[in-house]
């Protein structure tokens, strides 16, 4: 059978559309070159112009330049609007001026570094010598399957310069010791944070850091742990339930010490799992320490569920930005304080008002009396009545026999008759509800709960934020010791509430945590000799009672 033959017509459509078709792929080639070339220039113009080196994507930088300046690039700018809505344009410009170190980029340090690039951290140096497996995908920030095998380092690089290329990244497959010290730590970086879940290397850069006078957040044991909830940060000194975090206190003050004042991140709850047993490849259960490729480095396996170390990770780079850009948080107080300790102090409260003060018509009156003034001591031969536990202060006694039947609602508010010394209507809240007075039997109740000081005195609530949230759970006197001691806030054996100023009602900005000593010597001064005697105390004290009343508005 014989091919057909194409028509002189045919022929020539044909090779027009083909001359065509390679035109327009030239074309579009040429344009793609010349777009790029001019893009090139003009990033190179605008650099020159504004004399600041823009990044490129292939993390080349010039040392010598800051990155304060990338807020005015309008892309970045963009890319930073929530962020610059937040904290203010030249907080974030402080934030995006910031050179930030971090060292351990697993689970916790992967997630904190890569929120610190997405919120605009102008510099970034990433420090770990292992690589990405498989088993770290549960809980990685942006590594994948095809990155399995790659260094943590140059994993992270390669994703952080597709999502925030003006930010100058750079990389160290480094493991952090004595000999790669000022290789990590030099440059005066802003902030280090410390991810790393070994204890020597731990402990050696913590103690680095204090050394240097570094900024450092260090992050303790986010495995075995599922309640997020109870992640805290605090002083080193006040983790608990934290086996890590016990032996690097343990050894910083053992070997270096160091009492405290480095902030952690850490978990109040108590480990779910333990250490797997390590097994060889025989199967077999053998010593982890044969199989060490890194000494002191642990080979046995903690599981770990992948959302805890993340929201470690967040919760790091969330301290660090508001430090950066000097927005003060007051973070959560670590105080292991349950309801019974607060009724506890509640209830102390109360007796010693109504020893001290007999009742709080009684505290009123003084506090107004015109002979006593603010900072004076009151009488001293004041007599005291004798302990009371209280339940509720009796009403006063009625001089006459309280009629049989309640005032209709529509009677005047203010009583004919005193109240009674006993309840007039039924106790069952449906038949008290179904009698025709029990408006005016709920007024007349508040009346007596406001004319005997009842209403006044401070709730278990009140307590709570006074004990929890103003004092953290320690003595006022304290509070501003350098070390204070984990103990401190274990128990309220030693602790109860006062008044600052005993002229004035015990209320929020007029109670202060002290322990039973210091509440004698307190009261045997006036506000006064404390001022003239401790200025910073009584300053001090003032400031944090202050604070009290702007959170209640009073």
Known sequence: MSTPRLEPRAKYVALVGAGALLGSVSTIVVL????????QQCNKNTAELNSVER???TGKKNNKVANEDILNDEIVSEHLTRNIQFFGFESQRKVSASYVVVIGLGGV???AASMLLRSGVGKLLLV???QVSLSSLNRHAVATRADVGLPKAQCLKEHFLSIFPECQIDA???LYDA???EEILSGHPHFVLDCIDNIDTKVALLAACVRRGLKVLSATG??????????RIADLRESTNDPLSRAVRHRLRKDYGIEGGIPVVFSLEKPKAKLLPFRGPSGEEENPSDYQIVPGFRVRIIPVLGSIPAIFGQVMASYVLTHLAELQVQTEPVVNFDMDHYHTLHQRLIEHEETLYGSATQVQDRSTDQTIGTGQALPQDTPRPPLLTYRRRPRPEPTTTFPDSLPSSETPATPVHPLPASPPIAIHKDAALEHPGWRQAMLDEMTALHSNGTWDLVDVEEVMYIAKELWRGRSAREQFVKDVGRGMWRSVNELMLVRWDRTKPASVSNLILLKFKEADEHESQTLDDIKEKEPEFYSRVTAVLKRAELDFGL
């Open 179 to 181: 000999s790669t010290e």
């Open 55 to 57: 990044y490129t994507v």
């Open 172 to 174: 160290k497959v480094l």
């Open 109 to 111: 340090g992967s997630h």
């Open 32 to 39: 793609k070159l010349l777009q790029k070339r001019g893009v």
């Open 128 to 130: 770990d010598f292992d």
């Open 222 to 231: 986010a495995g075995a742990r599922a309640d997020p909830t109870r992640i």
